[in-house]
């Protein structure tokens, strides 16, 4: 299984980014991608999920109403639209697929792709 997130950038606060994720390899429908952050000094945390078979996701509480998780299964892609983006929105960005259902715990991910760099800043 590989994953390769891209959309990473320089965005001013109230701005947008979207960033993709495409993948290769998963055969089984019964699948999560999670997209988590990790700002300098900061762990890694789970920014939003979603579950490929029933559409579920989850938003951490932070980017609730300003984040949109989708996925396009004929580009095997997962998208994260970013609006209104704040300066603590900085980090960067990592996709990760794991099968089954949809967890937030990094260590039950066992597919990464290589991060993304997000910066909000005027």
């Known amino acids: 299984v590989q994953l390769q997130a891209s959309g990473g950038g320089l965005a001013q606060p109230g701005g947008s980014l979207r960033l993709s994720c495409v993948t290769s390899?998963?055969?089984?429908?019964?699948?999560?991608i999670g997209w988590f952050r990790q700002a300098p000094g900061k762990e890694r945390e789970g920014v939003s999920c979603i579950n490929n078979s029933d559409d579920s996701t989850y938003y951490t509480n932070s980017v609730k109403g300003r984040f949109d998780v989708s996925r396009d299964n004929a580009q095997s892609t997962v998208s994260l639209q970013m609006d209104s983006l704040k300066p603590e929105d900085t980090a960067v960005y990592f996709c990760a697929a794991r099968l089954w259902d949809i967890v937030t715990d990094t260590t039950r991910y066992p597919y990464w792709g290589r991060g993304t760099l997000v910066t909000v800043s005027s």
């Open positions: 390899g998963l055969t089984s429908k019964y699948y999560a």
